[in-house]
């Protein structure tokens, strides 16, 4: 990784604002929403605006396990990732999403999965985001977080496992709906 203080331009005697300053600066100008999907800059924004989130994360993580002795709240996931579920626990989903999109497919691994099935959970996309953390278990059959993630869904949407197919299908009842909005607290309290 290149030296994160050179990527966002800014000395090793920065203070958090001229951090937070440069930051902002640089990604109001390479954020690849600012290109169109026809334009050839659009994949070299999105390369440089992950460098530059990196180079972020990197110092204030540094500087907050500097200054607290600690680190993530226990969390050892990336601090990429670390940052898309704060995005998540402050109810952000639409700009996790968009870090997430980011992300090019070929790297995209168990906690990209998880993490954009727990954003469309959350937008309601119950389904879709159900497959995804799915495919989550899939990647990292022995983590925790996913498996019980999934089954809580599923065990919400088809009231226990019957070969994968919905016990009732004859459409949802008030009961369903509540059990589904018990499972997206429960859902919220994971993350």
């Not at 929403?33 to 972020?56: G, H, Q, T, V, W």
């Not at 709240?73 to 940052?83: C, I, L, T």
């Not at 994968?164 to 949802?172: A, F, I, Y």
């Amino acid at each position: 990784m290149k030296n994160p203080y050179t990527v966002l331009g800014v000395s090793e005697n920065a203070t958090e604002e001229e951090i937070k300053k440069a930051y902002r600066n640089l990604a109001k100008k390479y954020h690849p929403d600012n290109y169109d999907d026809s334009n050839p800059l659009k994949d070299l924004a999105a390369e440089k605006m992950r460098e530059i989130n990196e180079a972020y994360d990197t110092l204030r993580n540094r500087r907050s396990t500097e200054s607290s002795g600690g680190g993530n709240n226990g969390y050892s996931g990336s601090s990429e990732y670390y940052r898309i579920r704060t995005l998540i626990t402050q109810g952000r989903y639409t700009e996790a999403s968009r870090y997430l999109d980011m992300k090019p497919v070929g790297e995209r691994n168990g906690e990209w999965y998880f993490l954009k099935g727990t954003v469309l959970v959350k937008k309601g996309f119950i389904m879709d985001g159900t497959e995804y953390i799915r495919r989550a278990c899939d990647m990292d059959p022995n983590n925790s977080e996913y498996r019980n993630a999934y089954n809580m869904l599923t065990q919400n949407m088809y009231g226990g496992y019957s070969s994968g197919r919905p016990v009732h299908s004859m459409g949802c009842s008030g009961c369903d709906i509540c059990t589904g909005l018990m499972c997206l607290d429960c859902l919220c309290d994971c993350i």
